[in-house]
Each structure stands twice: as structure tokens, then as C-alpha cells.
T-cell receptor, first 112, second 115 residues
């Protein structure tokens, strides 16, 4: 089944404790993105990647890092999480630049 | 810079009634427009998209949208809703000048279908 998977689905952590949210897609898509969803703000892009080793900042990259060492994986790293990073995070992938983006199920993060 | 405004944050509607969700965008270049739906506790899935061609776009589950360039709008409609259409709906835009695969989303419209 074609899908985007994310882990973990739920995470509670404390300020400053490094964490990684994994994202994997099995559709051989070139493009991958991370978004955060906050009430009333819709989804905002954090980082995106156009191919292996090619990543760039989205609208809200502060406090996040990403890497794309393999085509299928695009982990999101929070080196020192803060409470304002409490949010719902989505990973997405697409075949091309204007193609449909396929979203993972989301990761709900609470930073205390 | 591109932006999207969804004019209604919540839309209550009775089952079998029609619904229209409004979306306006701003962009100085050619745009590509999308509507996504998010069912409770799930990710987003595509309802429909406009890339070019006919301005009336038909999507899944009986939804359709009309691209109006002069009014910079891309309103979503369904003639008769079901309880299962209760969800949050997001309008999104990208353009030929947007970096990478950047999608700019509106704030979302929550649709609550009442029996």
C-alpha cells in the first residue's frame, strides 16, 4: 500500500531534550516536506527536500533540522525543543513540484 | 508572496443541504490550487486540484470547485452533504515562483454536518 508513515504518533517530552520524528514514504517520491499545524493557522511548511541531500527552509524553520540521506526517509530533528514547538506535525511527499502531496497520519508533540 | 484566506472558520450545515466553502488567494503569478480534507484524527487527503484547463474542477466524494481568476477565488461546493463530510477543509496554493514544492495553506474551515 502506498503510504507515508510517521513515528511516533504521540510524544510528550521536556524542554531541551533532543528528539527525532521519523518519516518514510514508499512511493519513490522526489519531494518531501514537513509541516506543523496549529489552530487557526492551517499548515505551515517547516522544511522541504527536492531530492537526496537537497533540503531548504520553509516558512517556519527556526528550531528544527532535517536531513535527506535516503530518498524514502526525511526525519525531523528538534535539537532543543521548547514549549512553542508543541504542535501537530505532518510529513508529506509528492512525485513532482506541482503534484498532489500525500500526507502522513501526523505526530502530536507536547513539550513541557 | 502567496497567501490564502478561508473566509469561514466554521460552517454548520444540515444533512442533505448544499455547502460552499470560500477560499481567496493572492499571488502575482500563475497559481495551482488545491483543496484538502482532514477527517478527525487523520492526515490530509486531496479532494481536488486546479492546475490548468477547465475552471470547474470535480473531485472525490461529490465535491467540485471553481477557479475564478478575476476574483482570485477557488470556492468549494457540494450540492448535498452527508454526516460523513464532517471534517476540516483546507485550501492551498502554490505557484511557478514558489520555492521547491511549497504549499501555502489557508487557516481551514470546519464543517459540521447535523442530522
Amino acid at each position: 500500500e502506498a503510504q507515508v508513515t510517521q513515528n511516533p504518533r504521540y510524544l510528550i517530552t521536556v524542554t531541551g531534550k533532543k528528539l527525532t520524528v521519523t518519516c518514510s514514504q514508499n512511493m519513490n517520491h522526489e519531494y518531501m516536506s514537513w509541516y506543523r499545524q496549529d489552530p487557526g493557522l492551517g499548515l505551515r511548511q517547516i522544511y522541504y527536500s527536492m531530492n537526496v541531500e537537497v533540503t531548504d527552509k520553509g516558512d517556519v524553520p527556526e528550531g528544527y533540522k532535517v536531513s535527506r540521506k535516503e530518498k524514502r526517509n526525511f526525519p525531523l530533528i528538534l535539537e532543543s525543543p521548547s514549549p512553542n514547538q508543541t504542535s501537530l506535525y505532518f510529513c508529506a511527499s509528492s512525485l513532482g513540484r506541482y503534484e498532489t502531496q500525500y500526507f502522513g497520519p501526523g505526530t502530536r508533540l507536547l513539550v513541557l | 508572496a502567496q497567501s490564502v484566506t478561508q473566509l469561514d472558520s466554521q460552517v454548520p450545515v444540515f444533512e442533505e443541504a448544499p455547502v460552499e466553502l470560500r477560499c481567496n488567494y493572492s499571488s502575482s503569478v500563475s497559481v495551482y490550487l488545491f483543496w484538502y480534507v482532514q477527517y478527525p484524527n487523520q492526515g490530509l487527503q486531496l479532494l481536488l486540484k486546479y492546475l490548468s484547463g477547465s475552471t470547474l474542477v470535480k473531485g472525490i466524494n461529490g465535491f467540485e470547485a471553481e477557479f475564478n481568476k478575476s476574483q482570485t477565488s477557488f470556492h468549494l461546493r457540494k450540492p448535498s452533504v452527508h454526516i460523513s463530510d464532517t471534517a476540516e477543509y483546507f485550501c492551498a496554493v502554490t505557484s511557478s515562483k514558489a520555492a521547491g514544492n511549497k504549499l501555502t495553506f489557508g487557516g481551514g474551515t470546519r464543517v459540521l454536518v447535523k442530522p
